[in-house]
């Protein structure tokens, strides 16, 4: 009998695009009136403005476009997830120009050596550095650019690549999950419930604090047992696999020599990086000027590299080609929140929730408000989409239940975080998955029983703010 094998990303986004599909056609379609609110410089919903309208199923045509409409949409004109598409194709060839220098190989000797028998430092390190990204400016599409350059490092520290994408997919997600002053969670959720972001820190920091030393501790305990043990690693029967497709070396021994060119080259590699994170923290920048950064750094590096004119692009198409199926996977993703918008059922959904909260006791209200947004976030990924969409309608519902509004947000947040962790509608999970070559089955097995702790670490959080508060 022929052993089953879990279908690639595409086939799984292709049935759930399907499935949301069907469910346009049980789900009634409605929506919100709504009305401009300045501070946010959108529009948001009214609370009890729900209506249905006339259904809008989607069709077979509708769900063969939806892929294609998921990078962009000609009928409302919306960039959707190209620019991220192109940021990853970008990335893909600055590092594979990077990589032909073999500045990074001679990097990754030199720290290893120097970091020998101390390796497992790198995942409390690192984990704290994007967590902090994530709770401060909302770090995750621009964490795709860190795994072609993390995963090799962990493979020869003797690691495996679940433990590469563990560090920057779970270390940015923890802080997002407890973002304090997120500008895409926090405050804009903040501002669309009429509350100052400040209110409710405190809470928020301890699920941020806790919520990372269970997340350190889950990957650290997973990495000693894969490096005492490589058969235990969820990735085993790929490990020649990946080996070759991240280390690219014809001999495992070789070493290359860290010479005053290849340091030059790592230093404007990492400075790319550092440049990265003060423009989209400080100057507010965003895909177009990561991907233009990135672009000028591979045409420097390709100039210090003495590289042909023939040689800098073919190396640079080469290396975008790796990250190919990454591109087409982030637009399939995007496929699902089209199907949903064009039905319209979100309103639908959010107005369901609405019903379901009212006349709670405050417990039962916050936890269920939680489980509610979890739900929500499936179908609307985005943290700063979700809280437009939810919060002018959820946050005043707190007001009959003696719920401060700052629970509800830190609710939201919490919710949108955990289920962004997972979420095969969410383009960072996928593109990630994909570029570290990890199943999103074996994903599920790995991060399954941390979500569990962190599912009762915020719930258990959140019934003490209901009483405190």
């Known amino acids: 009998m022929k052993k089953f094998k879990f279908p690639s990303a595409f086939t799984i986004l292709f049935f759930l695009i399907w499935a949301v599909a069907i469910l346009t056609r049980i789900i009634p379609s409605g929506e919100y009136e709504m009305k401009e609110n300045e501070a946010l410089g959108k529009?948001?919903?009214?609370?009890?403005?729900y209506h249905e309208v006339e259904s809008r199923p989607q069709n077979f045509i509708?769900?063969?476009?939806?892929p294609i409409k998921g990078f962009y949409d000609p009928d409302t004109n919306e960039a959707n997830s190209i620019d991220v598409a192109l940021f990853v194709l970008i990335i893909g060839g600055f590092l594979g120009i990077v990589t032909k220098t073999g500045a990074i190989d001679a990097g990754i000797a030199a720290m290893m050596k120097k970091l020998k028998g101390r390796e497992i430092l790198m995942i409390p390190i690192l984990m704290t550095l994007f967590a902090a990204g994530g709770t401060v400016y909302g770090m995750a599409e621009e964490t795709l650019a860190f795994y072609v350059l993390l995963i090799p490092v962990m493979i020869i520290a003797g690691y495996d690549t679940v433990t590469a994408v563990a560090v920057i997919m779970l270390g940015?997600?923890?802080?997002?999950?407890?973002?304090?002053?997120?500008?895409?969670?926090t405050v804009i959720a903040s501002d669309a419930a009429d509350i100052?972001?400040?209110q409710g820190i405190v809470l928020r920091c301890i699920i941020l604090i806790a919520g990372l030393v269970i997340c350190i501790a889950y990957v650290m305990r997973y990495a000693k047992r894969v490096k005492n043990d490589p058969s235990v690693s969820l990735v085993a029967d790929m490990k020649e696999v990946n080996e070759e497709r991240f280390l690219k070396k014809s001999d495992g021994n070789e070493v290359i020599e860290l010479n005053t060119r290849l340091k030059i080259i790592l230093f404007l590699f990492g400075l790319s990086f550092v440049i990265m994170v003060y423009g989209v923290s400080a100057m507010g920048w965003w895909m177009s000027e990561m991907s233009g950064l990135f672009f000028l750094s591979a045409i420097i590096v390709g100039l210090i590299a003495k590289m042909s004119e023939e040689e800098l692009t073919s190396t640079f198409v080469d290396g975008a080609r790796d990250l190919l199926g990454v591109a087409l996977v982030i637009g399939m993703a995007r496929g699902i929140v089209v199907i949903m918008?064009?039905?319209?059922?979100?309103?639908?959904?959010?107005?369901?929730?609405e019903t379901t909260v009212k006349e709670l006791s405050s417990a039962a209200f916050i936890n269920v408000m939680f489980l509610l947004q979890i739900a929500l976030s499936f179908f609307v990924p985005s943290s700063s989409g979700l809280a437009v969409l939810s919060m002018p309608v959820m946050a005043p519902l707190a007001d009959f239940s003696n719920v401060a509004r700052d629970l509800v947000v830190t609710a939201y947040q919490s919710a949108?975080?955990?289920?962004?962790?997972?979420?095969?509608?969410?383009?960072?999970?996928?593109?990630?998955?994909?570029?570290?070559?990890?199943?999103?089955?074996?994903?599920?097995?790995?991060?399954?029983p941390l979500l569990l702790m962190l599912f009762l670490l915020i719930m258990a959080v959140l019934t003490v703010g209901v009483f405190t508060s």
């Open 43 to 49: 529009k948001v919903p009214v609370a009890g403005s």
């Open 62 to 66: 509708n769900v063969i476009l939806a």
């Open 196 to 198: 100052p972001f400040t």
């Open 172 to 185: 940015a997600g923890i802080g997002t999950l407890g973002s304090t002053i997120n500008p895409f969670a």
């Open 341 to 353: 918008d064009q039905g319209m059922i979100t309103a639908t959904l959010l107005h369901s929730a």
């Open 416 to 448: 949108n975080g955990l289920v962004n962790l997972i979420s095969p509608t969410f383009a960072v999970v996928v593109g990630g998955l994909a570029i570290g070559n990890v199943p999103y089955n074996k994903w599920l097995k790995f991060t399954w």
